[in-house]
């Protein structure tokens, strides 16, 4: 029978003075005594043998250190609440070892106790931090892989709505009101891994609060869902939704070389098919914004709705690419030259000189080519019947990015 087993020796309660070192220990941060189960008795053996914790006993500790995760007590109160029982329990040793032996304690003797004895708590710690880490990177993972799933069956729809508003509330968002969905992208592919989703994460609730938001890697893109406040109108919402791209853009640019990054913002929908929707109109606002190289960083579904309601019937577009503009072919040099003059002309609200400054050329020479595209196509800038039809077909070229690419003939 261990010293640690024997309930009253000496005249001395053992049992009660080490649950009363327990107690105490555990007051300080509220942590469950169970958090110290063994840990006493085994530390009084040790005084008393001279021995090492066993393999056993070390063990005991990683578990107690991986339960300490499950009952959401944090490592440095775990390891203050041991290092509170050893102290606590090595002023009371030479009395309670002096009793499990039968014999006083001599002077002489306390060093080599104190080696054991905080050898022993040594190993106990590195054992307790051991588990409680690995606990802890465990229960980021499956966190990880909720989290992901999560994001998945929102923004793909695979879920019940049911069951999504319930998860929903774990992340604080609110899928009955309006939520925006703004995507983020850059050069490279981003992953949780690189660490920007967090960033992102952390900016935004330093910037909108911690309520309505959920930030997470999907694609190669940041996803940033936001919910708005239920008495926004579309106009706020859509300030929102560009607050929180410039938020994602500024983390990216502080993670990217040369800072290059754009974010599709989508229209703010209610219900978790609104969120979906929102995404989806989120990365064609992305893809939209390459096809016709926009130079803005942040990009708005609402404003490419016309872009969208073009670029949704490739067959008609196509038609009037190449009964507009395909006979600029036949120009020297081919119909790019032209294309882009057009471009500018439009750009520039229909002001020869702004559009000539833009091309670097003279305004004689923008002149010429507006002259040579009326007379190869028939249609004239300058005529308000056919302003309409060239604007169109201009941008229907960059959406099928012609001349570069062959228009599809029947």
């Known amino acids: 029978m261990s010293g640690a087993e024997k309930a009253v020796a000496g005249g001395v309660d053992v049992r009660r003075a080490l649950t009363e070192v327990a ?19 085994a530390l009084l053996d040790v005084a008393r043998t001279g021995r090492r914790l066993s393999a056993v006993e070390e063990s005991a500790c990683r578990s107690l250190g991986a339960e300490a995760v499950a009952l959401g007590v944090g490592l440095p109160e775990l390891v203050d609440v041991y290092m509170s029982a050893s102290r606590r329990l090595w002023s009371q040793l030479p009395e309670l070892v002096g009793a499990v032996r039968g014999r006083q304690v001599h002077a002489a003797e306390l060093l080599g106790i104190g080696e054991a004895v905080w050898q022993a708590a040594d190993a106990a710690l590195a054992a307790l931090s051991a588990g409680n880490v690995e606990a802890q990177r465990l229960l980021v993972r499956r966190e990880e892989a909720s989290r992901r799933e999560f994001v998945d069956d929102l923004l793909t729809g695979r879920s019940d709505v049911a069951p999504l508003i319930e998860r929903a509330e774990v992340y604080g968002l609110r899928l009955a009101a309006g939520n925006v969905v703004v995507v983020t992208e850059s050069d490279r592919p981003i ?151 057009l471009e500018a002309y439009f750009a520039a609200g229909q002001n020869a000189a702004g559009a000539a400054r833009q091309l670097h050329v003279s305004v004689r020479a923008l002149t010429y080519r507006l002259q040579r595209i009326r007379e190869l196509t028939g249609y004239s800038v300058t005529d308000p019947a056919d302003q309409l039809s060239l604007l169109v077909a201009v941008t229907g070229a960059r959406l099928l990015d012609w001349p570069h690419r062959p228009l599809i003939h029947d």
């Open 191 to 341: 992953d949780a891994g690189t660490g920007i989703p967090a960033g992102v994460e952390d900016a935004a609730r330093a910037r909108f609060g911690g309520h309505g938001l959920l930030v997470a890697a999907k694609d190669g893109r940041v996803v940033s869902v936001l919910s708005c406040p239920a008495t926004s109108s579309a106009r706020q919402s859509g300030d929102l939704g560009r607050s929180l791209a410039e938020v994602a853009g500024s983390v990216l640019a502080g993670h990217t070389a040369g800072g290059r990054w754009r974010a599709g913002v989508g229209r703010p929908h209610a219900g978790p098919r609104g969120v979906q929707r929102s995404a989806q109109e989120a990365v064609e606002a992305l893809e939209m914004a390459r096809r016709l190289d926009l130079p803005q960083q942040v990009v708005h579904a609402a404003d490419l709705l016309v872009y969208r309601v073009l670029a949704r019937d490739e067959t008609a577009i196509t038609d009037l690419v190449r009964a507009v503009l395909e006979p600029l072919s036949a120009a020297r040099g081919g119909a790019e030259v032209l294309v882009h003059t």
């Open 23 to 41: 107690v105490a220990a555990t007051a300080r941060h509220g942590v469950p005594g169970l958090l110290l189960e063994g840990y006493l008795p």
